[in-house]
């Protein structure tokens, strides 16, 4: 069962990036897609974008011009950077596993990322 | 953008008592080549991350309670969960994966009467 964990900075200050790490353990990561997916407080699911293993992306249009997914397989991570973030930003950030490029089946549990000077 | 629109918001179901969520996608999702409806449903709690409960529109996820069941084609979508348990309090998510972005419904929030 694979297993995913974000890390990364709770509070990042307006106008900074935003930057997460996902690993993953008990899979591999030189497979499948991988996602980022976020929710602000009291608010709806927001996908973010997903990278495969290959190195190829797909983003939210909605974001795609502060928002940056890589990938080190080195190292079994993943990760976000999010560029010039302000309160709106403000969620929690789930990293998430689509096998084959569909469905999102295996999530971390998230961290709540605070945007605030 | 696909959007998708679930109704009720909110729901509040007796114990026991079958609970019906709706999700309607702007657009079809169901590709024909493979006649497979891109659709999934999550079940959300508190403090957990998304589980997922059923993908292709109507198979349920490995270790999933046979009383949830979904169902629909094209356009119209619809999550049952037969008779609810205490446990099933949660807000259930549809979500259309047939093209990028991909998008979620705004959540059903289920509740027990």
């Known amino acids: 069962q694979v297993q995913l964990q974000e890390s990364g900075p709770g509070l990042v200050k307006p106008s900074e990036t935003l930057s997460l790490t996902c690993t993953v353990s008990g899979g591999s990561i030189s497979s499948d897609y991988w996602s980022w997916i976020r929710q602000p407080p009291g608010k709806g699911l927001e996908w973010i974008g997903y990278i495969y293993y290959g190195g190829s992306t797909i983003y939210n249009p909605s974001l795609e011009s502060r928002v940056t997914i890589s990938i080190d397989t080195s190292k079994s991570q993943f990760s976000l950077k999010l560029t010039s973030v302000t309160a709106a930003d403000t969620a929690m950030y789930y990293c998430a596993r689509a096998e084959s490029g569909d469905y999102v089946d295996s999530w971390g549990r998230g961290t709540l990322v605070t945007v605030s000077s | 953008d696909i959007v998708m629109t679930q109704s009720p918001v909110s729901l509040a179901v007796s114990l026991g008592e079958r609970a019906t969520i709706n999700c309607t996608s702007s657009q079809s999702v169901l590709y024909t080549y493979n006649n497979k409806n891109y659709l999934v449903w999550y079940q959300h709690k508190p403090g957990q991350p998304p589980k997922l409960l059923i993908y292709w529109a109507s198979t349920r996820e490995s270790g999933v309670p046979d009383r949830f069941s979904g169902s629909g084609s094209e356009t119209d979508f619809t999550l049952t969960i037969s008779s609810l348990q205490a446990e099933d309090v949660a807000v259930y998510y549809c979500?259309?994966?047939?093209?990028?972005?991909?998008?979620f419904g705004q959540g059903t929030k289920v509740e027990i009467k």
């Open positions: 979500q259309q994966y047939y093209a990028t972005p991909w998008t």
